[in-house]
C-alpha cells in the first residue's frame, strides 16, 4: 500500500485490564498478516513523562525499547506480535505532551497567546501521532485508561478531531468493552457496553467497531442488541472471547472477521490473510507438554504484570523445546541460608531476575550459590548477574565481604560498582557519572553492542556469532579490577563491549547452564523465534529435569 497511512484508534470501557494492548497488538498481527505495514503507539493518560520511575507493583514491567526508552509494557506485546522496532515516538504520556508544551511556552514559542488543553495540548498530540506514523500503511493507536476518566479527556479530544484532520475514510475508532455473563440471570448483559458507549459518543466519537471481551460467543441477538443500541452495524459487533493462550487471540479475531470489517471501513484492499505462521504457534504450543519447573528468585512475586517479558520468553523457549514451563515465583527475602536448599530443590532451572533496591539480595545470593554448588542451571538477568559475580567472589575467590556498591557503599571489595568513566558505543563518547549523579540519566538504557569473544562458551554458543546487541537498564558494573582472580577461578567472560571496557556476560567454567548478562533478553524474546539465551537454558533445565529423573 502506498500513500497515507490509515489510523485506527482502540479505546476501552467499562473496566481496565480488558486486555486492551493485546487487542491492539493482535489487530497489528493480522493486519500484518494482510502484508500491510503497521506500526503501534500508546498514548498513556498519566502525569509521569515516562514509566521508568514507576513501582512495577502498581504499573507493571517496564518495557525498554533499542532506543533506550522506558515504555509501557504494552509495547513488549507491540514488538512481540508485529515485526517492529518502537521507539521513544511509539509511547507517550500526558507529563511527556504537557513537559513539552510547557518548554515551548517557556521559549516564547506561542507569541504571547493564552496555552490551552485545546488547542495547544490537543495539537501536541496529534503531532505526536503524525509523527510517528510516517513509514505505515496503517497506525494503531492504543488509548490508555477507561473512557470515563478525567486525565485521557485531552487525548479523545485529540483523536475525535483527528478524523477531520486527516480524512474520515483513513480513520476507524475500535472500542474494547466488555460483556458479562451473570450466572443468576443465565445470561449476558449488554448494559454496561451501552453505557460506555453512550458516554464515547457525548465527546463526540462514535465507535465502528465494538469489540466485545466475554467469556462466551455472542449470539446473533445479543449481537443485534449491542449493534442496535450502540449505533453500530451488527458485523462490527465483535466477540473477544477468552482464551486459554494470548497467541490465540489473532486467529479468534481472524474467525470473527474483525480484519475484513477493518479493511471494509478504511477501504484498503489486500489479499486474503496469511495465518500460516500463527496456525503453526498455536500448533506446537499444544504440543509443548513436558514439564519443566523454573523458579524466579525475584521481588515482584505472583506478579506476572511485572515481569511480563520475562514470562513471556520464558514462555517462547519453553515452546520451542516442546516444554510447558512451571513458574514457582520465590519472594526472596524470605529465603535463609537453612531453607534455600528446601525451597529451591523442586526446580530444574532456577532465573534470578533484573530488579532495583536492596530488598532480598542476600536471599538472590543464596540462590546463585544453590545453583552454583548444586549443578542446577541458573540464569542471572541484571542484578541476577551481579548476584552471581558477589556469590563467586564471597564463596569461591575468598572475598568474604565482597558486594555490590549498590547495596554496601563502604564495601572493602566493590565487585559490582558505579564505573566512574566508560567509552559509550551508542553515543561514542566518554561518559562520565558518579554517586551524585542525577537518579535515572546515570542509567545505561537501550541496545548496547556485544562481542562474544570465546568460541568454546555458552553464550557463543546459543547465539552463534560473535557479535550481538542487547537492552540494558542499570546503573552498576562489573568491576574490572576482580577480572583476573576471577578468571583464574574459574569465571569466564563471554561477553564484553566491542573495546573490552564492560563486562556483558558471564560464565562458570565446570557448571551444565551458568550464565549472567548484565543486559535484558527478555525484551528481544518472540513467540516464533525464542531468545537464543532462553532457549538454551530451558533446554539445560529440561536436561537436568531429565537426568534426576533417571537417577531417582
Ligand atoms: N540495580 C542494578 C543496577 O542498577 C540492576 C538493575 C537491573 O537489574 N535492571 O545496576
Not at 568460541?455 to 537492552?471: K, L, N, W
Not at 524474546?525 to 539465551?533: A, D, E, G, V, Y
Amino acid at each position: 500500500m502506498t500513500g497515507k497511512p490509515k489510523y485506527i484508534f482502540v479505546t476501552g470501557g467499562v473496566l481496565s485490564s480488558l486486555g486492551k494492548g493485546l487487542a491492539s497488538a493482535s489487530i497489528g498481527a493480522l493486519l500484518e498478516c494482510r502484508g500491510l505495514s503497521v506500526t503501534l503507539l500508546k498514548l498513556d493518560p498519566y502525569i509521569n513523562v515516562d514509566p521508568g520511575t514507576m513501582n512495577p507493583f502498581q504499573h507493571g514491567e517496564v518495557f525498554v525499547t533499542d532506543d533506550g526508552t522506558e515504555t509501557d509494557l504494552d509495547l513488549g506485546h507491540y514488538e512481540r506480535f508485529v515485526n517492529v522496532r518502537l521507539t521513544a515516538e511509539n509511547n507517550f504520556t500526558s507529563g511527556k505532551i504537557y513537559y513539552s508544551v510547557i518548554q515551548k511556552e517557556r521559549r516564547g514559542d506561542y507569541l504571547g497567546g493564552t496555552v490551552q488543553v485545546i488547542p495547544h495540548i490537543t495539537d501536541e498530540i496529534k503531532q505526536s501521532i503524525l509523527q510517528a506514523s510516517r513509514t505505515a500503511d496503517v497506525v494503531i493507536v492504543e488509548i490508555g485508561g477507561t473512557i470515563g476518566d478525567i486525565e485521557s479527556l485531552p487525548f479523545l479530544e485529540a483523536i475525535r478531531q483527528f478524523r477531520f484532520d486527516v480524512g474520515k475514510e483513513n480513520v476507524l475508532y475500535i472500542h474494547l468493552t466488555f460483556v458479562p455473563y451473570i450466572p443468576t440471570a443465565g445470561e449476558v448483559k449488554t448494559k454496561p457496553t451501552q453505557h460506555s458507549v453512550k458516554e464515547l459518543r457525548s465527546i463526540g466519537i462514535q465507535p465502528d467497531i465494538l469489540l466485545c471481551r466475554t467469556a462466551r460467543f455472542l449470539s446473533r441477538e445479543i449481537k443485534a442488541k449491542i449493534a442496535l443500541f450502540c449505533n453500530v452495524s451488527q458485523d462490527a459487533v465483535i466477540t473477544a472471547k477468552d482464551v486459554d493462550c494470548i497467541y490465540e487471540v489473532p486467529l479468534v479475531y481472524n474467525q470473527e472477521k474483525l480484519d475484513d470489517k477493518i479493511l471494509e471501513i478504511l477501504n484498503i484492499w489486500t489479499g486474503a490473510p496469511r495465518l500460516e505462521q500463527w496456525q503453526e504457534l498455536l500448533e506446537r504450543i499444544n504440543q509443548a507438554t513436558e514439564p519443566v519447573r523454573i523458579a524466579v528468585v525475584g521481588k515482584y512475586t505472583d506478579l506476572t504484570e511485572s515481569y511480563k517479558s520475562l514470562n513471556e520468553a520464558l514462555f517462547h523457549a519453553g515452546v520451542h523445546n516442546g516444554a510447558r514451563v512451571e513458574l514457582i515465583f520465590i519472594d526472596s527475602s524470605t529465603l535463609t541460608a537453612d531453607d534455600v536448599a528446601a525451597v529451591l530443590e523442586p526446580a530444574d532451572g532456577i532465573l534470578v531476575p533484573g530488579g532495583f533496591g536492596s530488598r532480598g539480595v542476600e536471599g538472590k545470593i543464596l540462590a546463585a550459590q544453590y545453583a552454583r554448588e548444586n549443578q542446577v542451571p541458573y540464569f542471572g538477568i541484571c542484578l541476577g548477574m551481579q548476584v552471581a559475580v558477589v556469590e563467586f567472589a564471597r564463596n569461591v575467590a575468598g572475598l568474604c565481604h565482597a558486594h555490590s556498591s549498590e547495596f554496601d557503599e563502604n564495601t572493602e571489595s566493590p565487585v559490582i560498582y558505579l564505573m566512574r568513566e566508560w567509552f559509550d558505543e551508542k553515543t561514542q563518547s566518554l561518559q562520565k557519572r558518579d554517586v551524585n549523579s542525577e537518579k535515572g540519566a546515570t542509567m545505561r538504557l537501550g541496545a548496547y553492542p556485544c562481542r562474544l569473544p570465546i568460541p568454546d562458551s555458552v553464550a557463543f554458543g546459543a547465539y552463534q556469532t560473535d557479535m550481538i546487541s542487547e537492552r540494558h537498564r542499570h546503573r552498576y558494573e562489573f568491576n574490572n579490577e576482580f577480572m583476573k582472580v576471577f578468571e583464574e577461578k574459574g569465571l569466564v567472560f563471554s561477553g564484553l563491549s566491542p573495546r573490552g571496557d564492560l563486562v556483558e556476560i558471564i560464565e562458570l567454567r565446570d557448571h551444565p547452564w551458568f550464565l549472567g548478562c548484565q543486559f535484558h533478553p527478555e525484551f528481544k524474546s518472540r513467540p516464533m523465534t525464542s531468545h537464543p539465551l532462553f532457549r538454551d537454558f530451558i533446554r539445560a533445565s529440561l536436561e537436568n529435569r531429565r537426568k534426576l529423573r533417571e537417577t531417582a
